[in-house]
Structures are given as C-alpha cells and as structure tokens.
C-alpha cells in the first residue's frame, strides 16, 4: 500500500529468450505452402519478396493471431514479384510455445509484414 505523498513502485522482470538461429529452422515443424504477393495499387509490395530465411513474417488465419513464420530459402532463392503464385516451405518459429493449430492443409492466410497485408496463400502440406 501506498501513503500519501510516496511513490508506488513498479518491479517489472525481463526474461531473456534466446532467438532461434536460421540454420535451426530446417529443424522446426512448419508447412508447404502455396503464396501470392499482392501489387502495391492494393496496398502490397512495392518490391519483389525474397523468400530467403532472413524473411519473416507472420501469417493470419481469418482475424486470428499473428503467426511468425520463417521461409526455408536459400540466398539463391528467386525473388517474387507482386501477382505471381509460388510454392514455398515456412517453418513455425516459435512452435510450441504458440498453437499454429489454425494453419491446417487448405486453410487460407494473410501474409502480414507488420499490421499491413502483403500477400495471401494457402497451406498445401504439414511438415513435421
């Protein structure tokens, strides 16, 4: 309890959590996936996307939580321009601390960077 005249004090505890490395989400569960990019005009990319592992966004199923994934390219991998479809493997980055339960074979998501909406897609395979 605080008297009149001090000030309450708050204790907040920072808990380190380590980052998994890129190399390490070859050996995370995660899916194949089949994604589109949207253009620019429609408030998508104005840049081709890399889908190397340095490129993570998150996923959203309908208006659920944001699901962080990462992309299993390689430094080769081929940028994606806005409008094309292209098959790609996402592993689930902070499985199992989070359920990415609602990223099922055939379920549709939104490609986020941030708040804003980049692409859409759609889970062909679960990946162990």
Request: with cysteine.
């Amino acid at each position: 309890m605080t008297r009149r005249g001090q000030n309450p004090t708050l204790t907040i505890r920072l808990q380190f959590v380590p980052q998994q490395s890129y190399d390490q989400a070859q050996y995370m569960p995660g899916a194949k996936v089949i994604v589109q990019f949207v253009a620019a005009e429609v408030s998508g990319r104005t840049m081709p996307a890399y889908l190397t592992r340095k490129y993570r966004p998150h996923f959203r199923v309908g208006n659920g939580e944001y699901l962080g994934v990462v992309f299993s390219g390689d430094e080769s991998s081929e940028p994606i321009q806005p409008g094309i479809c292209t098959d790609a493997e996402v592993a689930f980055i902070y499985a199992p601390n989070v359920d990415y339960g609602d990223l099922v074979v055939g379920s549709q998501f939104q490609i986020l960077e941030g708040a804003r909406i980049v692409g859409i897609g759609v889970v062909s395979e679960l990946v162990p």
